[in-house]
């Protein structure tokens, strides 16, 4: 099954889209783009030219994938939500040069309205807030929320909170799966 686009939607010559993904009203895709299978691109999101896009990811209405951004597998995309490429912009100073490698690790989800900062790495099924602005790494299974974000607990793969003995110890249970996590020297690991 080969892809469907829109009538609306311009994608340029050289864009190696995946079957089954979707592409709807408005939406750009440069002739560098690569986008996996089964995706969906809502109304007016832009896909540069060095932007690598997994399987199954979800991206909402406006929304900007700039050069240097690669979403794994099954990544969420909030509404309006956004990315950078360069850390000092200038519109007088060239820095095209200087774009920084924003990588977002499969499962993850960006909220409605989030800024991610160019550079950083957002780990396996980490969840960012709405609105919140990432300038550092964020852990796998992480929660972050607040401008700056702030990592504020840990989520299971399925989205939900999970909750850790008060000490940050012990094992916890994802209330929508029955998965167990459990937290070993800073990180939150399911187990098997």
Not at 36 to 59: A, D, S
Not at 116 to 139: K, M, T, W
Request: hydrophobic content about 40%.
């Amino acid at each position: 099954m080969a892809y469907a686009a829109h009538p609306t939607a311009i994608i340029d010559d050289g864009a190696s889209i995946g079957a089954g993904t979707r592409i709807w009203h408005w939406v750009h895709v440069c002739a560098g783009a690569r986008i996996g299978e089964g995706c969906v691109l809502g109304q007016n999101v832009y896909v540069g030219n060095r932007v690598v896009i997994g399987n199954n990811v979800r991206i909402q209405n406006n929304v900007s994938i700039y050069d240097n951004v690669t979403l794994e597998d099954e990544v969420f995309c909030g509404p309006s939500m956004v990315f950078t490429n360069v850390f000092n912009p200038r519109a007088f100073v060239s820095r095209k040069d200087e774009y920084r490698d924003t990588l977002v690790r499969r499962g993850a989800t960006l909220g409605a309205n989030c800024t991610i900062v160019c550079g950083v790495s957002i780990g396996e099924y980490a969840f960012v807030g709405a609105g919140a602005l990432v300038r550092h790494d964020v852990p796998d299974h992480a929660l972050v929320l607040g401008v700056p974000a702030r990592q504020r607990g840990w989520v299971s793969r399925a989205g939900e909170r999970l909750a850790f003995p008060a000490d940050d110890a012990g094992e916890a249970v994802c209330a929508r799966t029955g998965e167990r996590y459990r937290l070993q020297a800073g990180q939150c690991l399911r187990i098997e």
